[in-house]
């Protein structure tokens, strides 16, 4: 089949467009981004022996959990949650009052370490995911959905994530707007703490109803307000529908509890 030139100058300045990307970016200056990933893969290896020995130390009812445990996903999401709300609201890095160009083109030796780390922590997590599945995650999903889809939701999930935030780490364009969006991981470790609970047969504890009020409010406040900001991007706009159906699951959750206790 005879293509036409239209589409041969089209296929190639695709190609050119990718080898630019490549050559500018990604080859440019491995340094930074490639040790930045190795750093938060090994950190994730030594966060979950770490908490896995501690755990077992001090915490009983660890003995009854499962060995996958969300140590690290906890972990990551404080140290990002952290370093976004710094780069977004104290650093200098986007400040209105620097003339260092546009403010999405901006960026730093640390905003793109920071960044390599999570696309680090992505990576790990979703090796892991798809090598101990459904042991790590997912189950809560399971109940109500076909296990394929659980597993299929999930990766989209850290696939879509990582991809993104690779992206702004190695072209450094837009960062700005990927740690807004990442302070969102400020509400993960209550849905972690969610599960070690209910796991570890707590679900009637005091614990168990506090907690599930802060991840409601922090939930609606943070993520819906993130999250319906940036609906106008592809990648915020999927995540934006997973964590709506989670916010259901959330608020059916919370509205049951307080019933009971009634």
């Known amino acids: 089949m005879a293509v036409s030139k239209q589409t041969v ?25 490639y040790t930045a990933i190795s750093a938060g893969i090994l950190a994730c290896k030594l966060v ?3 908490t896995h020995m501690l755990s077992t130390l001090y915490f009983k009812s660890y003995v009854g959990l499962n060995k996958v445990q969300s140590g690290i996903s906890t972990v990551h ?25 546009f403010v999405t083109f901006r960026s730093s030796t640390l905003s793109t370490f920071t ?11 979703l090796a892991m995911i798809l090598w101990l599945y459904p042991s790590l995650g997912g189950m809560e999903l399971c109940a ?12 989209v999930h850290h696939a879509l ?7 702004s780490m190695f072209s450094g364009e837009a960062q700005l707007y990927t740690y807004m969006i ?6 993960t470790p209550e849905i972690n703490l969610r599960w070690f609970l209910d796991t570890a047969g707590l679900k009637r504890s005091n614990a ?5 009020i802060v991840i409601f409010f922090a939930w609606l406040v943070i993520q819906m307000h993130a999250f319906g900001f940036f609906l106008v991007f592809v990648v915020p706009s999927v995540l934006a529908a997973l964590n709506l159906m989670w916010f259901g699951k959330i608020f059916k959750g919370v509205r049951k509890t307080l019933a009971k206790r009634q």
């Open 9 to 33: 100058m089209a296929i190639k300045s695709y190609q050119s467009q990718a080898e630019m990307l490549v050559k500018n970016h990604l080859l440019a200056d491995p340094v930074i981004p």
């Open 48 to 50: 979950y022996d770490l």
């Open 77 to 101: 999401a404080i140290f990002i949650a952290a370093m976004s709300l710094y780069f977004v609201y104290w650093s200098d890095l986007f400040a209105d009052y620097q003339t260092d160009g």
């Open 115 to 125: 960044l390599g780390v999570s696309v680090g922590y992505f990576i790990a997590d």
């Open 144 to 155: 109500i959905l076909a296990s394929w889809v659980a597993i299929i939701l999930q990766v």
């Open 161 to 167: 994530a990582g991809v993104a935030v690779a992206y």
């Open 182 to 187: 990442l302070i969102s991981e400020v509400t």
């Open 208 to 212: 168990y109803l506090i907690n599930g």
